[in-house]
């Protein structure tokens, strides 16, 4: 058994996460495939295109063994943690032999030279670092120039190369032992719109879903998720949630917003002077966003907004050190790597919710996340709350 480990979300599948997965396959003569995937909320900090369990059974059809979840608190961070916590999950089970990422440039070398500099970071990258931070650039920004003008990198690096550039950190700061590979992105930038050759980004395929024009979907995605897709109700945005969101945050405090994750240098007051003004999520994100508070970020606040995700909690309980295995899908490769993670006794493995228990609050804590997370999901597409209870895993049964 040679098993490859995949961290993604694919929201939705489209032809290059099926390219992604073949040529992965293929580079590294794996035998069966973990997908590490985000659960109902996602990176960007929006709600995912569909819930967790059509999209994981996606996958399994599309060619994936085991689908396991990225747990909530991991899944709306910054590109490290979310790197962190995914690498975290495939290293704990003790049996993953590869990891390959997506990548803008391909070149491996260059992105194992970054994370090389950024695990032994030393004092004239932190003055330049800091230098730019108070010039008022984002973070990823200040680092970008900051690696430029160290000569460590000469180019600017897009939204794959960054998180490569962060699997490999976490591999390193884990001491693990699984090998890491990169695969060149195929035509399409992350954030284009554009169809080209059957290629689109998930954002464009997104965009198209909620324009109605499923005839440009169906060229870009496999036919698997299309049927799944054309049979789907209540697609869900990051408008959907505006309202609550609105409600929640004219009905705190500015003190209490500024205990918030990721909430920093006063940004509370721009939120709720903005959330008073605007009547919709577009205007109020263009009037909160600025240089140093990405789109991205002030999305992933929202959500830690939502469901009271406090600095102090994150910095002091370790939250996001991922302490369990939710399984998602499976077919019956994914049953044999179950088998035989079954036989560590070390790991907390869901398979069926109603009959897990634990005392561990770390645990519950992030549990509790993940449930909280469902079950917005849920009022937002008016259905029965507790899906996570109802739910078990898909199960592929082989022809």
Same mark, same amino acid.
């Given at each position: 058994?040679?098993?490859? %480990?995949?961290?993604?979300?694919?929201?939705?599948?489209?032809?290059?996460?099926?390219?992604?997965?073949?040529?992965?396959?293929?580079?590294?003569?794996?035998?069966?495939?973990?997908?590490?995937?985000?659960?109902?909320?996602?990176?960007?900090?929006?709600?995912?295109?569909?819930?967790?369990?059509?999209?994981?059974?996606?996958?399994?059809?599309?060619?994936?063994?085991? /689908?396991?979840?990225?747990?909530?608190?991991?899944?709306?961070?910054?590109?490290?943690?979310?790197?962190? %916590?995914?690498?975290?999950?495939?290293? $704990?089970?003790?049996?993953? @032999?590869?990891?390959?990422?997506?990548?803008?440039? %391909?070149? /491996?070398?260059?992105?194992?030279?970054?994370?090389?500099?950024?695990?032994?970071?030393?004092?004239?990258?932190?003055?330049?670092?800091?230098?730019? +931070?108070?010039?008022?650039?984002?973070?990823?920004?200040?680092?970008? +120039?900051?690696?430029?003008?160290?000569?460590?990198?000469?180019?600017?690096?897009? *939204?794959?190369?960054?998180? %490569?550039?962060?699997?490999?950190?976490?591999?390193?700061?884990?001491? *693990?032992?699984?090998?890491?590979?990169?695969?060149?992105?195929?035509?399409?930038?992350?954030?284009?719109?554009?169809?080209?050759? *059957?290629?689109?980004?998930?954002?464009?395929?997104?965009?198209?879903?909620?324009?109605?024009?499923?005839?440009?979907?169906?060229?870009?995605?496999? *036919?698997?998720?299309?049927? #799944?897709?054309?049979? #789907?109700?209540?697609?869900?945005?990051?408008?959907?949630?505006?309202?609550?969101?609105?409600?929640?945050?004219?009905?705190?405090?500015?003190?209490?917003?500024?205990?918030?994750?990721?909430?920093?240098?006063? !940004?509370?007051?721009?939120?709720?002077?903005?959330?008073?003004?605007?009547?919709?999520?577009?205007?109020?994100?263009? @009037?909160?966003?600025?240089?140093?508070?990405?789109?991205?970020?002030?999305?992933?606040?929202?959500?830690?907004? +939502?469901?009271?995700?406090?600095?102090?909690?994150?910095?002091?309980?370790?939250?996001?050190?991922?302490? #369990?295995?939710?399984?998602?899908?499976?077919?019956?490769?994914?049953?044999?790597?179950?088998?035989?993670?079954?036989?560590?006794?070390?790991?907390?493995? !869901?398979?069926?919710?109603?009959?897990?228990?634990?005392?561990?609050?770390?645990?519950?804590? $992030?549990? $509790?996340?993940? +449930?909280?997370?469902?079950?917005?999901?849920?009022?937002?597409?008016?259905?029965?709350?507790? $899906?996570?209870?109802?739910?078990?895993?898909? !199960?592929?049964?082989?022809?």
């Amino acid at each position: 058994m040679k098993i490859l %480990g995949v961290i993604v979300e694919y929201n939705p599948f489209h032809n290059g996460h099926a390219y992604h997965l073949e040529k992965s396959i293929s580079m590294t003569n794996a035998t069966h495939t973990i997908a590490v995937m985000s659960g109902n909320f996602v990176q960007r900090g929006e709600p995912a295109l569909m819930d967790k369990w059509t999209r994981a059974k996606i996958a399994v059809e599309n060619g994936v063994s085991l /689908v396991i979840e990225l747990p909530f608190a991991n899944a709306i961070s910054s590109a490290e943690k979310f790197a962190f %916590g995914s690498v975290f999950l495939l290293n $704990q089970l003790n049996i993953v @032999n590869d990891i390959v990422f997506g990548s803008e440039s %391909g070149n /491996v070398d260059l992105v194992e030279t970054i994370a090389d500099y950024l695990v032994n970071e030393n004092e004239e990258y932190k003055t330049t670092l800091q230098y730019f +931070l108070t010039e008022g650039l984002s973070f990823p920004a200040a680092r970008d +120039l900051a690696l430029r003008k160290l000569k460590v990198n000469s180019e600017s690096l897009n *939204s794959n190369d960054i998180l %490569g550039i962060e699997y490999i950190k976490a591999i390193k700061q884990l001491d *693990s032992n699984i090998k890491y590979h990169t695969l060149k992105r195929q035509n399409i930038d992350y954030h284009s719109l554009d169809i080209v050759n *059957s290629f689109a980004s998930a954002t464009g395929i997104r965009n198209k879903i909620k324009e109605k024009d499923f005839l440009s979907v169906r060229a870009t995605v496999p *036919s698997m998720t299309y049927n #799944y897709i054309s049979d #789907y109700r209540d697609f869900l945005f990051i408008d959907d949630y505006y309202e609550i969101l609105r409600y929640k945050i004219l009905s705190e405090s500015n003190e209490y917003l500024s205990e918030i994750h990721e909430v920093t240098e006063g !940004i509370e007051n721009r939120i709720i002077e903005s959330m008073r003004k605007s009547t919709d999520m577009t205007t109020f994100l263009e @009037n909160v966003k600025t240089k140093r508070f990405t789109m991205t970020r002030i999305k992933r606040i929202l959500l830690n907004i +939502l469901f009271d995700i406090k600095t102090k909690e994150v910095d002091k309980y370790d939250l996001l050190t991922p302490k #369990y295995i939710n399984i998602l899908a499976a077919d019956n490769k994914g049953l044999e790597i179950l088998r035989l993670l079954k036989k560590n006794e070390d790991l907390n493995i !869901i398979t069926n919710l109603s009959k897990f228990t634990t005392e561990d609050p770390l645990l519950k804590r $992030q549990l $509790q996340l993940d +449930l909280k997370a469902s079950d917005l999901y849920s009022i937002l597409r008016r259905e029965q709350l507790g $899906q996570d209870y109802f739910n078990t895993p898909y !199960i592929k049964k082989a022809l």
